[in-house]
């Protein structure tokens, strides 16, 4: 079923009203028509199932016939510290990470960012096209929220901002083996808000990695191999996917032992 998202404020009652591109989507690329089923996302984790009842040249009226949680949200926040890498990797990394489940993208100056976004104009428009790469990588993975991409940190800022959150890890090629990774993911699972530090090429200067070890930002290791800044982000939020999924099936399992 066709997906599309709206602020809240354009659900009234019954119905919603749905404006802006999504419009010429569903009017000329899909060609659909009054009568035809539609799920609608509040981007707050709500979905609404719809029958169009209008469609205008500026706006689709659908009726809502039933609502629900989208479900599709991890149980925990997870915030992306990316290192700002070259060329175009970022829209693949944004596009891969909000697929596993990022909630938010803080992109990251580090010491060893060979981009740097100085011009106030030339950032704006780069964090305009990223935000439009997290909202399509929204709707295809039928995530429940649109992740937000924050404007560019300094790796202080970064710092700052993840010590507001429950937890936060830092992969690190010299960091202790994999069981270290192991209870420091399982821990992470558990709770709100975590975040994720991701080096651009180069990785991290030690400096930095110790004034994150020193603002109780836990270094892990991601296995034998280095991997590239584009990688690293999606295997550790693979990693997470998996535990705090796991662990979420468990707890339902238990609770609904208990219920029989």
């Known amino acids: 079923m066709p997906r599309f998202y709206v ?44 029958i169009i009842k209008d469609v205008c040249d500026k706006s689709i009226l659908a009726e809502i016939v039933d609502t629900a949680k989208t479900g599709t949200e991890l149980p ?23 697929e596993l489940g990022a909630a938010c993208i803080v992109p990251v100056m580090t010491a060893r960012s060979i981009v740097r976004l100085e011009d106030a104009k030339k950032e704006q428009k780069k964090r305009e096209r990223w935000q439009l790469i997290a909202e399509g990588a929204a709707k295809q993975s039928g995530r429940g929220i649109i992740p937000t991409v924050e404007r560019v940190h300094t790796f202080k800022e970064a710092i700052a901002l993840a010590k507001t959150l429950d937890c936060a890890i830092i992969p ?46 836990r270094p892990v290791t991601l296995g034998k191999r280095i991997l590239r800044t584009e990688t690293a982000g999606l295997a550790v939020l693979s990693m997470i996917v998996y535990e705090t999924e796991l662990q979420e099936e468990q707890s339902s399992s238990e609770h609904n032992r208990e219920q029989e």
């Open 7 to 50: 602020t809240e404020d354009a659900v009234q009652g019954n119905q919603i009203q749905i404006t802006g591109e999504d419009v010429n989507h569903i009017k000329n690329v899909l060609r659909m028509r009054p009568g035809e089923k539609i799920t609608i996302c509040n981007g707050q984790d709500k979905d609404y199932r719809c």
């Open 76 to 98: 925990v926040k997870l915030y992306l510290f990316q290192g700002l890498p070259k060329k175009d990797k970022m829209e693949l990394i944004l596009q891969k990470c909000v």
């Open 172 to 217: 690190y090629e010299n960091a202790e083996g994999m069981l270290g990774t192991k209870k420091a993911l399982a821990k992470l699972a558990k709770r709100g808000s975590a975040g994720i530090f991701i080096g651009p090429e180069g990785g991290f200067e030690e400096s930095e990695i110790a004034a994150a070890s020193e603002a109780g930002i």
